[in-house]
């Protein structure tokens, strides 16, 4: 092992424990220029190993921030200096966020895909693979990063770009079990590269385990989150953090408890069963930036029903002329998906709503169905039972459909709205 391969591991052993902040970016700044050297003395054999004009690049864009800042698509035109450039995108609201910036040439959404998914997909026609994204800060962006790495479980250089964290990270797997010199030569000089001209941090992180597992029992540990944030599981609230590191337990596929986080009892009992280990967690708003929305035209026929699982939208409701929706947060953020494939929504609501994304979009001729506070799944479950046979799909128009729903509310109906306009 090299002197500067043991003082690097040295620096970044210190950097894991407790140091104050002004010794931090100290330690930290001398830890990136360690790191440029041992990049700069192995990166003329790398580069002529994988001539630059020959290198396949693949791009996972992940969140709706890095693309509604424009970043997303500066980042893909300086990567078409280095090779061919693949982008796709990994997420929901970011599916949104392409298509409101007309950006669907450049960067594919045709599924969806998880990031780690997605990743793996990439790797088997990619020499590299980069993570773009944008977190609301640091700790946030290398927690994501260091997760999804661990989840795609590939042996190709792996370089995360986080605009919102200022960071270039070295996530190939290979460098995380062993400190060997010899180990991940091109991550680490493609990331040196990447971080001199973006002007970003140069990091090399140590995962943390951030999901525990025993028998039936999964723990999932959230950090970097800011109090007041609220906490969902696969899109539905479960509380509002009080620290900034929040545990979520569960066990046979049942939450029982909650660390860090006043729980939101109603949002609890609809997740019925989650597999914990899975699920799409997240603290704070789904889609930070506020974007004029790109309305897109409706030719589908019929209805589709979405309970609980907005952001399953796009599946569930392509190709339908209206989708009817359970739950304020579900019919909002399904209402700002559906939006841009010009899909109306009958919602039914009890004003129970916790604002998941700031700036929501709604298509005027849709129908809000306003109940008494906590009927709301109540009237759902009658009309999937009544009016869809149980089934995912029916024929039926907006406005019959509203009417069936109504009827069936009876006493419970508080108020029948139809949106005349858009209501972003």
Request: glycine fraction near 12%.
């Amino acid at each position: 092992m090299s002197r500067i391969v043991e003082a690097i591991g040295k620096l970044e052993a210190i950097l894991d424990g407790s140091v104050c902040f002004s010794r931090r970016e100290g330690l930290q700044e001398v830890l990136n220029l360690l790191k440029e050297e041992q990049a700069s003395s192995k990166g003329s054999h790398i580069e002529k190993m994988i001539p630059p004009s020959s290198k396949r690049i693949g791009v996972v864009v992940h969140g709706p921030e890095i693309i509604d800042s424009g970043g997303a698509v500066q980042l893909i035109n300086h990567l078409k200096q280095m090779g061919r450039v693949n982008a796709v995108l990994g997420g929901t609201m970011g599916r949104v966020a392409v298509i409101d910036a007309d950006l669907e040439e450049i960067i594919t959404i045709n599924t969806r895909r998880r990031p780690s998914i997605s990743i793996r997909d990439m790797a088997e026609d990619s020499d590299i693979v980069i993570i773009l994204n944008q977190a609301k800060c640091r700790e946030t962006g290398l927690a994501f990063g260091t997760m999804v790495a661990k989840l795609a479980g590939i042996d190709k250089p792996l370089i995360q770009i986080d605009c919102g964290g200022r960071f270039v990270a070295d996530l190939t797997l290979s460098h995380f079990a062993s400190d060997s010199e010899d180990i991940n030569e091109e991550g680490l000089a493609v990331a040196a590269r990447l971080a001199a001209d973006l002007g970003l941090d140069l990091l090399r992180p140590r995962p943390r385990d951030c999901t525990l597992i025993q028998g039936d029992t999964v723990r999932r540990i959230m950090t970097g989150v800011i109090p007041g944030e609220l906490i969902s599981v696969n899109g539905t609230v479960i509380g509002r953090a009080i620290g900034a590191e929040v545990e979520i337990k569960a066990k046979g596929g049942k939450i029982i408890d909650l660390k860090g986080a006043e729980p939101k009892m109603h949002g609890l009992e609809k997740l019925h069963r989650v597999d914990l280990e899975k699920a799409i967690i997240r603290s704070g708003s789904i889609r930070r930036s506020t974007v004029r929305p790109r309305i897109g035209e409706n030719r589908g026929e019929g209805a589709a029903f979405i309970d609980h699982c907005a952001e399953d939208a796009f599946e569930a409701a392509g190709g339908a002329a209206v989708a009817l929706t359970v739950g304020d947060d579900t019919t909002a953020i399904a209402g700002d998906i559906l939006a841009r494939l010009g899909i109306a929504v009958v919602g039914i609501v009890d004003g129970d709503i916790d604002r998941l994304a700031g700036s929501l979009t709604i298509l005027p001729g849709s129908i809000i169905i306003r109940v008494r506070p906590g009927y709301d799944d109540i009237v759902g479950g009658r009309a999937r039972e009544e009016i869809f046979r149980g089934e995912d799909r029916i024929s039926i128009s907006a406005p019959d459909l509203a009417d069936r729903v109504k009827e069936l509310a009876g006493e419970l109906l508080l108020e029948r709205k139809e949106i005349r306009s858009d209501l972003a």
